[in-house]
């Protein structure tokens, strides 16, 4: 029953919806009623939910992934209570009208109805268009000679479907650049290090957004230890007349090719790489860092907590707790060290479990208790993480 309610939402969660409506509730004092419409944020996707409880009404914005589990909430599938919260659905989208009725016994029903006029297909088509062109920063449909080149779209423009979850990173990670821009002045020139940037789909994406898109100055450099693969790029870059993006072989930790860096992009510098990556970054004081973590192998071989001993045991877990708490340690070291920090899921878990991203800020003063909690909480787990022992033992960077 809850799953065939759920395949019916998740079928219709896109671009073609117009409104759902969830109704007849069985506690009108807890919430009486749902709206959910798409709407475009920021160029994504995003649904709001308007809920209304007694005389109050609540909008929330959450994703597709978001929205799927508050509707497990709604109608408690996957709870042990045979309750239903609601009973009735209502899901209009350009081209259907669909009903669902669950019964108190739990039987649902599906009724739906095509909308037939020709007036609102066509508007429904316009529509539609032009919500996916807003969709995505690189615009499927418009030709990106270095996707094209790196096998993500076709030289029509059309993306490659096995490359379609490459295409979404891409984007997704654009958008995190576009967020930061506020921190950058155009009149001056950008200097922006990708340290092991392999294939360069960023590095690229990221040249071609800030500098043939948005109009900004930038020098840009790509940094990796595949010869092959920095020859590549760096006959691509002279193909398209990059003028300011090169691309060098060399190691994140002994890298000494630049003075000064604005921003810093790492993606999947795997294991203490990244560490090496951001103390990089602090030591230049980066106005940007944007770090997305892999294989965190240190601290998953260093931990000794025999107060988790038992959960420890479970190899899973002590895996996935060690790289969240490599990531978490990471992140307050930076608040440390003067950089607002945030942790991002970066593309949907069902895409990549390399999913979290660092995203710092500089500002001007750390956070003075910081030193001590993170010390305390490496104590506790008996861990002591490469970051940590790079910004202690360089007198030049004081943690506050």
């Not at 506020?182 to 789909?201: H, L, M, R």
Request: with cysteine; hydrophobic share 40%.
């Amino acid at each position: 029953m809850g799953q065939e309610i759920l395949n019916v939402l998740e079928e219709n969660l896109n671009l073609d919806l117009m409104e759902i409506i969830i109704s007849n509730s069985s506690n009108k004092d807890k919430m009486s009623k749902i709206k959910i419409r798409p709407i475009m944020l920021k160029n994504r996707l995003v649904f709001q939910i308007e809920s209304f409880v007694g005389k109050q009404v609540f909008h929330n914005n959450v994703n597709k992934e978001e929205l799927i589990s508050k509707c497990k909430e709604w109608f408690s599938i996957g709870s042990n209570e045979d309750k239903i919260i609601f009973r009735q659905i209502q899901i209009q989208t350009h081209t259907e009208m669909i009903h669902i009725l669950i019964s108190k016994k739990g039987k649902v029903t599906v009724r739906s109805k095509k909308i037939q006029s020709k007036e609102e297909k066509g508007n429904f088509v316009e529509t539609l268009a032009h919500n996916r062109k807003k969709a995505y920063i690189l615009e499927e449909g418009r030709k990106v000679p270095f996707l094209v080149d790196l096998g993500v779209m076709t030289p029509e423009g059309q993306i490659i479907r096995s490359k379609y979850d490459k295409y979404r990173q891409i984007n997704r990670f654009l958008e995190y650049v576009e967020d930061i821009l506020p921190n950058f002045n155009p009149a001056k020139e950008i200097t922006i290090i990708d340290f092991g940037c392999g294939k360069s789909y960023l590095t690229f994406a990221i040249y071609y957004y800030l500098r043939e898109l948005k109009g900004y100055n930038i020098q840009m450099i790509g940094l990796d230890l595949k010869e092959e693969v920095i020859k590549k790029c760096n006959d691509l870059s002279k193909r398209y007349g990059y003028e300011k993006l090169r691309f060098l072989y060399g190691d994140i930790a002994s890298f000494e090719g630049a003075d000064s860096v604005d921003m810093v992009v790492t993606l999947h510098a795997c294991d203490t790489a990244t560490d090496h990556a951001l103390y990089k970054a602090i030591k230049w004081g980066a106005k940007v860092i944007l770090s997305v973590p892999c294989c965190q192998h240190e601290l998953n071989h260093q931990m000794n907590c025999k107060q988790l001993d038992h959960i420890l045991d479970y190899g899973l877990i002590k895996e996935r707790t060690a790289a969240l708490l490599t990531d978490a340690l990471r992140g307050n070291l930076l608040e440390a060290v003067g950089y607002k920090t945030q942790i991002l899921e970066f593309i949907d878990m069902e895409h990549t479990p390399k999913n979290i991203l660092i995203r710092a800020v500089k500002n001007s003063q750390g956070v003075n208790h910081l030193e001590a909690q993170v010390k305390e909480t490496m104590k506790f787990f008996g861990v002591n993480p490469t970051l940590y022992q790079l910004l202690k033992e360089d007198m030049e960077v004081k943690l506050c």
